[in-house]
């Protein structure tokens, strides 16, 4: 039993870590626009309060039996009633602390990374609100107001995403991660309404419970699976809505490292988590999920193998670990998904930011450039870009290696081996496109050393500090897999005693062919799809994924909607209402006959009336 | 009372009708206006004759009204036939059929 006290502690710590980065927020926007230098520390100052409490309440709720929640009713009618709240139950904690340390680190590290930028202080703000709008949907009760900071999350990330507002391709690339994801989001509403009208309640407790997917029949509870799950599709960029998140690289570096990999695209696999149970009823859903995350997964990794830009193949790895973390809780384990999300967020994050280093130093992107200028001169994030590598291949002992395991496992528990097959071949593509940069910048071809005046001091030490705290969690989280498990209460995937040593041996030989081809003295720094002229335009065009796109909106969009819609508008609607005036005008023209314009003629008719009405009344 | 009631009436009613027939008959506003003005004093004849017959004075209290609302409408109607004059030339309340047109 939860002792009263420790509901009230629950309740103040949860308020206080929303509180604060709302409170920075609105003080920021309000008042101290206009100097930087306060801003950032207000909003620090308030995200490191906000990550205190969330790690106080973890650890003080740590062995955590009963879920707590405390919500209250916002708006109720006879046949349904909405919970607002906060529910506080094992995976929603982890979540809280991670995001509430991953944004701690991300704004310090920004401190560096975006100093003297004209936008500083709108930058802090935007961040924290995205801080406060990330943890509320975290320890959101009611799925509905979990899908309202969800929105809000979403608008922090077109704000962020197009923050260089003065760049075309930044407001474009906003534009079109904000288009693409609420597209998902509509089919996630509409999936909401529709659990709302049949169930009469959101509360996420409520959904899990057996007896309320027993009200529903199966049909259409896996109409309203997929609808929902269209939702998880946009935030977390899996297959057909993918393209959005390699172009919202256009933002700043840490926001790519926050949003865009640790956090706001996990919303997506958290939302799949918060709602396992109920996922887990419909088995023609959960199909559907497992086939959506490993044809996500697989793309992606293949795009991965080519690109050039650094950032853009960190995007689209993060797509493919997405797609491992859906195809583990597809296929029924919800501790492998959750597991590699949290695992994903800290060795991901570590990436972006270490490519961030580079990037501010040298000013490009490409991963060649940065060879060429000596970006192997920088010790801090190479080591570390070199252990998120080895994580993100799932080389032991690192975080992603326990992680992977877990996922494997869970696949090779269903009976068709195809699954497994392909996160194999994952593991393999995951393991090349992640070293593929490395040995690209440890060993460089023609240096072209650049002067170094310039480097070292504090926003380098403001930039390296998160950095080395990531490396640190990265190498140790794996270690705690156990305990997280018992934490969380989910069932651990089987033992399979062969998987290890299969699959840490196709990573290694993912690290070899790297090597062969990056690495080695004599080594072409080609890859072997590079060779391969339209394989390689193939992947780099992203599978003609965003030319289908434009296709569909001229052909159906264009063409079918909005010309049926201009039709609708011009014959229906406007000749309509000129029916209706042609209608008045023509019988005021009839009417117009009786009117004969004689003055007396209509007085004398008037008197003769009167003396009529007069005769009738008096005489009759 | 010299003069009987039913003369009062009478006379009332024919000043009434004489009223009536300027109104119908005549071609020009300004004459239509009078015919009007000579009914309403019809009226009030018989308002008079009636507070006399029943010795109450409502009825002639009732004659000030209708002084007031007549000298009223005098004002609004002349006013009106100015603008009517000015849109069309003419005060012949036959030639105002431009919605006819």
Not at chain 1, 565 to 583: C, H
């Given at each position: 039993?939860?002792?009263?006290?420790?509901?009230?502690?629950?309740?103040?710590?949860?308020?206080?870590?929303?509180?604060?980065p709302?409170?920075?927020?609105?003080?920021?926007?309000?008042?101290?626009?206009?100097?930087?230098?306060?801003?950032?520390?207000?909003?620090?100052?308030?995200?490191?309060?906000?990550?205190?409490?969330a790690?106080?309440l973890?650890?003080?709720?740590?062995?955590?039996?009963?879920?707590?929640?405390?919500?209250t009713?916002?708006?109720?009618?006879?046949?349904?009633?909405?919970?607002?709240?906060?529910?506080?139950?094992?995976?929603?904690?982890?979540?809280f602390?991670?995001?509430?340390v991953?944004?701690?680190?991300?704004?310090?590290?920004?401190?560096?990374?975006m100093?003297?930028?004209?936008g500083?202080?709108?930058?802090?703000?935007?961040?924290?609100?995205?801080?406060?709008?990330?943890?509320?949907?975290?320890?959101?009760?009611?799925?509905?107001?979990?899908?309202?900071?969800?929105?809000?999350?979403g608008?922090c990330?077109?704000?962020?995403?197009?923050f260089?507002?003065?760049?075309f391709s930044?407001?474009?690339?906003?534009?079109?991660?904000?288009?693409?994801?609420?597209?998902?989001d509509?089919s996630?509403?509409?999936?909401?309404?529709?659990?709302?009208?049949h169930?009469?309640?959101?509360?996420?407790?409520?959904?899990?419970?057996?007896?309320?997917?027993?009200?529903?029949?199966?049909?259409?509870?896996?109409?309203?699976?997929?609808?929902v799950?269209?939702?998880?599709i946009g935030?977390?960029?899996?297959?057909?809505?993918?393209?959005?998140?390699?172009d919202?690289?256009?933002?700043?570096?840490?926001?790519?490292?926050?949003?865009?990999?640790?956090?706001?695209?996990?919303?997506?696999?958290?939302?799949?988590?918060?709602?396992?149970?109920?996922?887990?009823?419909?088995?023609?859903?959960?199909?559907?999920?497992?086939?959506?995350?490993?044809?996500?997964?697989?793309?992606?990794?293949t795009?991965?193998?080519?690109?050039r830009?650094?950032?853009?193949?960190?995007?689209?790895?993060?797509?493919?670990?997405?797609g491992?973390?859906?195809?583990?809780?597809?296929?029924?384990?919800?501790?492998?998904?959750?597991?590699?999300?949290?695992t994903h967020?800290?060795?991901?994050?570590l990436?972006?930011?270490?490519?961030?280093?580079?990037?501010?130093?040298?000013?490009?992107?490409?991963?060649?450039?940065?060879?060429?200028?000596?970006?192997?001169?920088?010790k801090?994030?190479?080591?570390?870009?070199?252990?998120?590598?080895?994580?993100?291949s799932?080389?032991?002992?690192?975080?992603?290696?326990?992680?992977?395991?877990t996922?494997?496992?869970?696949?090779?528990?269903?009976?068709?081996?195809?699954?497994f097959?392909a996160?194999?071949?994952?593991?393999?593509?995951?393991?090349y496109?992640?070293f593929?940069?490395?040995?690209?910048?440890?060993?460089p071809?023609?240096?072209?050393?650049?002067?170094?005046?310039?480097?070292?001091?504090?926003?380098?030490?403001?930039?390296?500090?998160?950095?080395?705290?990531?490396a640190?969690?990265?190498?140790?989280?794996g270690?705690?897999?156990?305990?997280?498990?018992?934490?969380?209460?989910?069932?651990?995937?089987?033992?399979?005693?062969?998987?290890?040593?299969?699959?840490?041996?196709?990573a290694?030989?993912?690290?070899?062919?790297?090597?062969?081809e990056?690495g080695r003295?004599?080594?072409?720094?080609?890859?072997?799809?590079?060779?391969?002229?339209?394989?390689?335009?193939?992947?780099l065009?992203?599978?003609?994924?965003?030319?289908?796109?434009?296709?569909?909106?001229?052909?159906?969009?264009?063409?079918?909607?909005?010309?049926?819609?201009?039709?609708?508008?011009?014959r229906?609607?406007?000749?309509?209402?000129?029916?209706?005036?042609?209608?008045?005008?023509?019988?005021?023209?009839?009417?117009?006959?009786i009117?004969?314009?004689?003055?007396?003629?209509?007085?004398?008719?008037?008197?003769?009336?009167?003396?009529?009405?007069?005769?009738?009344?008096?005489?009759? | 009372?010299?003069?009987?009631?039913?003369?009062?009436?009478i006379?009332?009613?024919?000043?009434?009708f004489?009223?009536?027939?300027?109104?119908?008959?005549?071609?020009?506003?300004?004459?239509?206006?009078?015919?009007?003005?000579?009914?309403?004093?019809?009226?009030?004849?018989?308002?008079?004759?009636?507070?006399?017959?029943?010795?109450?004075l409502?009825?002639?209290?009732?004659?000030?009204?209708?002084?007031?609302?007549a000298?009223?409408?005098?004002?609004v109607?002349?006013?009106?036939?100015?603008?009517?004059?000015?849109?069309?030339?003419?005060?012949?309340?036959?030639?105002?059929?431009?919605?006819?047109?």
């Amino acid at each position: 039993m939860i002792s009263p006290l420790l509901k009230e502690f629950g309740f103040a710590a949860t308020a206080i870590t929303l509180g604060m980065p709302f409170a920075s927020f609105v003080v920021i926007t309000l008042f101290t626009r206009a100097h930087p230098r306060l801003s950032a520390g207000l909003s620090i100052s308030a995200v490191s309060i906000s990550m205190l409490s969330a790690l106080s309440l973890l650890f003080r709720l740590w062995p955590l039996e009963k879920p707590l929640e405390y919500s209250t009713l916002w708006y109720g009618g006879h046949d349904f009633s909405l919970f607002f709240g906060f529910l506080l139950d094992p995976s929603s904690l982890l979540m809280f602390s991670l995001v509430a340390v991953i944004c701690l680190l991300v704004q310090v590290y920004s401190l560096g990374y975006m100093e003297g930028d004209p936008g500083f202080s709108r930058y802090y703000a935007f961040q924290s609100l995205f801080a406060w709008a990330m943890l509320s949907l975290a320890v959101s009760t009611s799925l509905l107001q979990l899908y309202i900071f969800w929105e809000v999350v979403g608008l922090c990330s077109y704000l962020l995403i197009g923050f260089w507002y003065e760049r075309f391709s930044a407001t474009q690339a906003g534009k079109k991660a904000f288009v693409m994801t609420r597209l998902g989001d509509a089919s996630f509403f509409v999936g909401v309404l529709l659990l709302l009208v049949h169930l009469g309640d959101l509360s996420i407790m409520e959904l899990n419970d057996a007896s309320t997917a027993a009200r529903l029949s199966p049909g259409f509870l896996t109409l309203c699976v997929l609808l929902v799950f269209g939702g998880i599709i946009g935030k977390s960029a899996q297959f057909p809505l993918m393209t959005w998140l390699p172009d919202a690289m256009e933002g700043p570096t840490p926001v790519s490292a926050l949003l865009h990999s640790a956090t706001m695209v996990a919303a997506g696999v958290f939302l799949f988590v918060r709602l396992f149970p109920f996922f887990s009823r419909s088995e023609t859903a959960m199909t559907v999920c497992l086939t959506v995350g490993t044809i996500s997964m697989l793309m992606a990794s293949t795009m991965a193998m080519v690109d050039r830009d650094i950032k853009k193949v960190w995007a689209y790895s993060t797509i493919s670990q997405l797609g491992y973390m859906v195809m583990g809780l597809a296929a029924g384990s919800s501790f492998a998904g959750y597991f590699h999300l949290t695992t994903h967020a800290l060795f991901k994050a570590l990436l972006f930011l270490c490519s961030g280093v580079w990037i501010h130093y040298f000013e490009t992107n490409d991963m060649y450039e940065i060879a060429r200028k000596n970006g192997r001169s920088l010790k801090t994030p190479l080591v570390c870009t070199v252990l998120a590598a080895a994580s993100l291949s799932g080389l032991p002992p690192l975080a992603g290696f326990f992680s992977k395991e877990t996922i494997l496992a869970s696949l090779l528990d269903r009976p068709d081996p195809i699954w497994f097959a392909a996160a194999l071949l994952g593991v393999f593509m995951t393991a090349y496109y992640a070293f593929r940069p490395v040995f690209i910048i440890l060993f460089p071809r023609n240096l072209d050393p650049q002067d170094e005046e310039h480097r070292g001091g504090a926003p380098y030490l403001a930039m390296a500090l998160p950095l080395l705290v990531l490396a640190g969690l990265t190498l140790g989280i794996g270690w705690f897999e156990r305990s997280l498990e018992s934490f969380l209460g989910m069932a651990p995937p089987g033992e399979h005693a062969w998987l290890t040593p299969v699959s840490v041996s196709v990573a290694f030989l993912g690290v070899f062919l790297t090597w062969f081809e990056f690495g080695r003295r004599t080594a072409p720094q080609m890859g072997f799809v590079e060779r391969i002229r339209p394989l390689k335009t193939f992947f780099l065009r992203r599978w003609f994924l965003d030319d289908l796109y434009a296709f569909l909106l001229k052909q159906v969009v264009y063409r079918l909607l909005a010309r049926s819609f201009t039709q609708n508008d011009q014959r229906v609607i406007d000749g309509g209402i000129e029916g209706i005036a042609r209608l008045a005008v023509g019988s005021g023209r009839i009417c117009s006959y009786i009117q004969s314009g004689l003055l007396r003629l209509n007085l004398m008719v008037m008197l003769l009336v009167v003396v009529l009405m007069g005769l009738y009344f008096f005489l009759l | 009372m010299i003069v009987p009631f039913s003369h009062v009436f009478i006379l009332a009613a024919a000043v009434f009708f004489i009223g009536l027939a300027c109104v119908l008959a005549r071609r020009n506003l300004i004459m239509i206006l009078i015919g009007i003005e000579i009914m309403m004093n019809a009226a009030a004849i018989a308002f008079v004759g009636g507070a006399l017959h029943w010795g109450r004075l409502d009825g002639q209290a009732f004659v000030l009204f209708i002084l007031g609302v007549a000298a009223t409408e005098v004002a609004v109607g002349l006013a009106l036939v100015v603008a009517a004059h000015r849109v069309t030339g003419s005060v012949d309340p036959d030639r105002y059929n431009l919605l006819r047109r």
